[in-house]
């Protein structure tokens, strides 16, 4: 059976690539640096945005805004790469990803935010780290002026779409901790 069309519809989408089977995607910094400088290639190849991305061991979660229907052919740019670099540098054969890419439009401010937030915790959900801005592989650090290692991403509008104004640390903080914190976070940011 033919795999079903992508949905290639310009705007944001949640994108996550990662190796089959429990290979690792990433084995060590090398290899997530080189992911990231090929990634930073496309984002400017195919002006796409980005808002968020995390890299974690297996796998890797970014949120990107694409101008035009170029996310397949921006996905290959980087996959094909990567795969490549990742044979030719543990000289490996075969198959490294496990499907092409998966991802999947967002199209409303709710869906936008629940998915950054799925993103930035993915982390902590996997024992990783205490709290998302502590992974050093993740944007989230960099969205909440914590770190500066991921100039690339943009999360202004996660921020627009939170309103949270001055504030903006204190709500993606909240927003990366308990459904209860975040809660009581944007009670108080929408009431400003």
Not at 60 to 75: A, K, Q
Not at 148 to 177: E, K, M
Request: proline fraction near 4%; aromatic fraction near 10%.
């Amino acid at each position: 059976m033919p795999r079903g069309l992508r949905d290639t519809t310009p705007g944001l989408h949640h994108v996550t690539v990662g190796a089959t089977s429990d290979e690792k995607y990433f084995r060590g910094d090398t290899d997530r640096l080189t992911w990231i400088r090929r990634f930073i290639r496309t984002l400017r190849r195919f002006e796409w945005g980005c808002l968020a991305v995390c890299q974690l061991d297996t796998h890797v979660h970014v949120i990107v805004d694409t101008p035009d229907e170029s996310i397949s052919n921006g996905m290959h740019y980087l996959n094909s790469f990567y795969s490549t670099f990742i044979n030719d540098t543990y000289e490996r054969r075969g198959v490294l990803l496990r499907a092409r890419y998966w991802s999947k439009p967002i199209v409303d401010d709710a869906q936008l935010i629940s998915t950054y937030r799925y993103v930035v915790r993915n982390p902590v959900r996997a024992g990783l780290c205490a709290r998302s801005e502590d992974w050093p592989w993740s944007s989230f650090a960099t969205a909440c002026g914590l770190a500066h290692a991921f100039p690339f991403v943009d999360a202004a509008p996660i921020l627009a779409t939170l309103r949270s104004g001055d504030d903006a640390r204190h709500t993606l903080i909240a927003l990366s901790r308990d459904e209860d914190d975040y809660a009581t976070s944007s009670r108080r940011s929408l009431s400003r």
